[in-house]
């Protein structure tokens, strides 16, 4: 997995050309905005079929596509999360995921799903913070469902899409 700031610096045209060492790409910088505009599950599609890679997109709908294997939508991104260093904790939620040893679709959604929900919380408490707040919340929010419910957060055996996202 590159990080974002990695894939602004090489720019979008290096993608292809980093793919075959990567497992899981969040571009901001790696699909052009009017693409994104046209058809934001469309460019992700291709950009998935292009590298091989689970691609996650961002902003209030995120898609998460994998090659082949499925794509899943997410929904309910507070404003909030348009932040700066929004995306990059998300990249370091989906990054940690995979540490545990989640697949690199498990790590996608979920990590998705953690950040989508914990600005949705911390939305709801104030119109507005930090990309720190959201990275506060993130282990809880995995943890309560841990917790609370046999869907298991990525890592786990028995992993399986979050509540609010559709396969």
């Known amino acids: 997995m590159l990080p ?13 050309e980093l793919a075959e060492d990567v497992d899981v790409v969040l571009p901001g910088p790696g699909l052009s ?6 058809d ?10 292009a590298t091989g890679a689970v691609v996650l997109s961002g902003g209030e709908v995120s898609y ?13 991104g507070a404003a ?3 932040t700066a260093g929004s995306g990059a904790v998300k990249a370091g939620v989906v990054a940690g995921l995979l540490a545990r040893g989640a ?5 996608v959604v979920w990590g998705s799903w953690a950040h989508t929900s ?9 119109p507005g913070f930090l990309a720190r707040d959201v990275m506060r919340l993130v282990p809880r ?27």
Not at 40 to 49: F, G, I, K, S, T
Not at 64 to 76: F, I, K, L, Y
Not at 103 to 107: F, Y
């Open 118 to 126: 914990a600005g949705a919380l911390l939305a709801a408490e104030s």
């Open 33 to 38: 905005e009017d693409e994104v505009e046209r």
């Open 64 to 76: 998460a596509v994998s090659s082949g294997r499925g794509a899943w939508r997410g929904s309910g």
């Open 141 to 167: 929010r995995l943890a309560a469902v841990d917790a609370s419910t046999s869907r298991r957060p990525a890592g786990t055996t028995r992993g399986r899409a979050p509540e609010g996202v559709r396969h």
């Open 4 to 16: 974002n700031g990695e894939l602004a610096q090489t720019g979008a045209e290096r993608i292809l």
């Open 40 to 49: 934001q599950h469309d460019a992700v599609l291709r950009l998935a079929d």
């Open 103 to 107: 697949s690199p679709e498990q790590a």
């Open 80 to 82: 909030g999360l348009a």
